[in-house]
């Protein structure tokens, strides 16, 4: 039976290495006491289906029944204190780890056998897994490799830094920056001849650089607006603190230096030109210094906006593509025109709307935004009257269109929008602050949607 048993257990430890086979050494010695653990014998290797173990089982006093009557286990303690007199006894402490006591003998050996014992024993581990674990000094277990080498805890960490810089960079300003060059970039287009490598590569170098500028941009808006955001925004990277400002004024410098660093490379004065003003505008918006943090001027901060969002991404990115790619002259089309008056309306709509749910915090640290001062049902419905007047004027602007394609597509692209907008504006509660955000986040689909429909004006 002792055979039976320490072959069976032998083989799920899976002996394989000089410190496990001195320990299988040592379990030869320990191995009656050890299975007089009722952790071990609930999971026996040996099935009750084969006679012959059942009956050494009993034999031995191991099943599990024969442990919970007061004979048995009084015989048990015996046969145990016969086999190992003067080494050790052992105890089940009902959370599957066997205690044990070093009574009479010291030195290695006992030392050794309570290092043993004192491991952690399962169904998973004993009948199915080998898990290797390693002792420290002490004899307390360790973290097992497996744990340790475990795919998920590895791309946890990970996962949690990459969502902290999406949050960071407030997507949806970037995704709004990248249309609106794409957008621009192919007004440029004259024949299906010009999208070609050149200009592919002209428009990502644009792209790239406007990237690292935008993350710059929104990223010292945070650095400067830690305590606001706490009230308006506190899932924010800064406001949360899993960013520290240490980290945020790592980001910015970084991504600054790299925006003027590729507008360096690529040599284009329309490109860094653009970069260059975005800077300027953007940390006089934001900076808390004296003469500056124009945000708290609410005429001063919807300029701020406007010309970085209807002016110099319309036209700068346009001459880049114009005049440094295409090598052309500069021309300024009508539907350069039109993008750029029609943008002004959408910027300026974008600059009071995003003031509309933070109101709360604005009004706390002193920020007079319209909504500060208009309140936010006055604010609100200008922004909708402003956006409507706006796809008003796309309208007439496509049914002045001499190309007939492009006639319908921008008349009824408008037209769709403008209903989208006042359906939703109408069932809007404005004494929810989530409500306005998701709003005002639709809004920002609208100006996406809005540069799908530029390119078509003709």
């Known amino acids: 039976m002792a055979k039976l048993v320490m072959s069976s257990t032998r083989d799920n430890l899976q002996v394989n290495s000089p410190a496990k086979r001195n320990y299988w050494d040592l379990f030869v010695v320990t191995c009656p006491a050890f299975l007089l653990s009722p952790s071990v014998v609930s999971h026996c290797p040996l099935t009750p289906s084969r ?52 009574q009479g003998s010291k030195g290695p050996s006992a030392d050794h056998c309570k290092k043993f014992l004192d491991w952690k024993y399962s169904y998973h581990r004993i009948s199915h897994q080998s898990r290797n674990t390693s002792a420290n000094a002490s004899g307390q277990s360790l973290q097992p490799e497996a744990e340790a080498h475990d ?72 650095l400067f607006d830690i305590e606001i955001d706490k009230v308006n925004k506190p899932t924010l990277p800064l406001a949360s603190g899993e960013y520290s400002p240490a980290t945020g004024v790592a980001i910015v410098s970084v991504s600054a230096a790299m925006s003027f660093a590729l507008g360096w490379v690529v040599g284009s004065p329309p490109l860094f030109w653009a970069l260059f003003i975005s800077f300027v505008l953007g940390t006089a918006y934001s900076v808390n ?34 005049t440094f790619v295409f090598r052309r002259p500069a021309v300024f089309s009508k539907p350069l025109i039109f993008a750029t008056a029609f943008m002004t309306f959408f910027s300026v709509v974008i600059a009071l709307f995003k003031d509309i749910p933070d109101i709360e915090g604005d009004r706390i640290f002193g ?82 949607a809005e540069y799908l429909l530029i390119p078509l004006v003709r």
């Open 289 to 322: 210094l004296p003469y500056f943090r124009w945000k708290r001027f609410a005429v001063v901060a919807a300029l701020c906006i406007l010309a970085v969002r209807a002016v110099i991404v319309q036209l700068a990115f346009f001459l880049h593509i114009q």
């Open 51 to 102: 006679p012959r173990a059942r009956a050494a089982m009993d034999s031995l006093c191991l099943r599990p029944s024969s442990l919970r009557s007061a004979p048995a286990a009084a015989a048990a303690a015996r046969r145990r204190d016969h086999i190992l007199p003067s080494i050790c006894s052992i105890q089940p402490n009902g959370q599957g780890r066997v205690s044990l006591s070093i």
């Open 367 to 448: 920020i007079q935004s319209f909504s500060v001062r208009l309140g936010q049902n006055k604010v609100f419905w200008i922004c909708v009257g402003l956006l409507e007047m706006a796809y008003g004027v796309a309208i007439l602007m496509g049914a002045t269109s001499s190309s007939l394609w492009s006639k319908s597509v921008t008349v009824a692209g408008h037209a769709i929008l403008a209903s989208i907008l006042w359906s939703c504006a109408r069932s809007v509660d404005m004494t929810s602050r989530a409500a306005i955000t998701s709003f005002y986040m639709f809004i920002w689909k609208l100006f996406y």
């Open 151 to 222: 795919p998920a805890s590895i791309w946890k960490p990970i996962s949690s830094s990459l969502d902290a810089f999406y949050r960071f960079s407030r997507p949806h300003t970037v995704i709004g920056t990248a249309l609106s060059i794409v957008s621009v970039s192919l007004l440029a287009v004259e024949s299906l001849s010009d999208i070609s490598p050149l200009f592919l590569t002209g428009l990502l170098e644009a792209v790239v650089a406007a990237f690292f500028m935008n993350i710059y941009i929104v990223g010292l808006n945070q």
